[in-house]
């Protein structure tokens, strides 16, 4: 299900992902936490984010929103919706420019992006996974609602799994 909502927040706009982000991508994905908690993705050209995203948006299983600040447009992050191979419902991530953490964005726009897809594509389960040490995440999906199901290891890596059901969040 490949979801192309427009949402705006108090603070943020939420926009699909389009080839014209490839800029943004490219800072992204270079970030020292994408990196860390998320991996390499070897982009280091716009023209090989640009190829990046002509493949997340020919993935009809992948849905990716840009996070903009309302007030000037600047892009902060990404919220992502991928039903994955190895997960029985499909997982929400997120990812930030480091300058704009701790400061309740990936949150709002989560939230925000949660609600879309519960009341417009009627989903009855949403999960995430992180790397056990992404405290930060962790504490990010309980606040939304999503609670530790178990471990699983992708490619010799360990993962948590988050979920919920739908109809038990609280979002706002």
């Known amino acids: 299900m490949n979801v192309q909502s427009f949402l705006i927040t108090n603070r943020l706009s939420i926009k699909p992902l389009t080839v014209t982000d490839s800029s943004f ?5 270079n ?19 640009g190829a990046y995203i002509k493949k997340i948006l020919e993935n009809k299983n992948i849905s990716y929103w ?16 991928i039903k994955r191979d190895y997960l029985e419902y ?23 992006v949660l609600n879309e897809l519960i009341q417009t594509h009627n989903i009855s389960h949403i999960l995430a996974t992180t790397v056990p040490e992404n405290m930060s995440s962790v504490k990010l999906l309980k606040k939304l609602g999503l609670a530790y199901e178990k471990e699983i290891e992708v490619d010799k890596e360990k993962l948590h799994v988050y979920g919920a059901a739908t109809a038990k969040l609280t979002t706002q």
């Open 90 to 112: 499909h997982d929400i991530g997120f990812a930030f420019l480091p300058n704009f953490s701790g400061k309740g964005y990936a949150w709002e726009a989560a939230n925000a």
């Open 66 to 81: 840009v996070v903009s600040l309302k007030e000037n447009e600047d892009k902060i992050g990404v919220i992502t919706y």
């Open 25 to 29: 991508i490219l800072t992204l994905v």
């Open 31 to 49: 970030t020292e936490g994408w990196i860390k908690f998320i991996g390499n993705r070897n982009i280091t050209s716009e023209v090989e984010a």
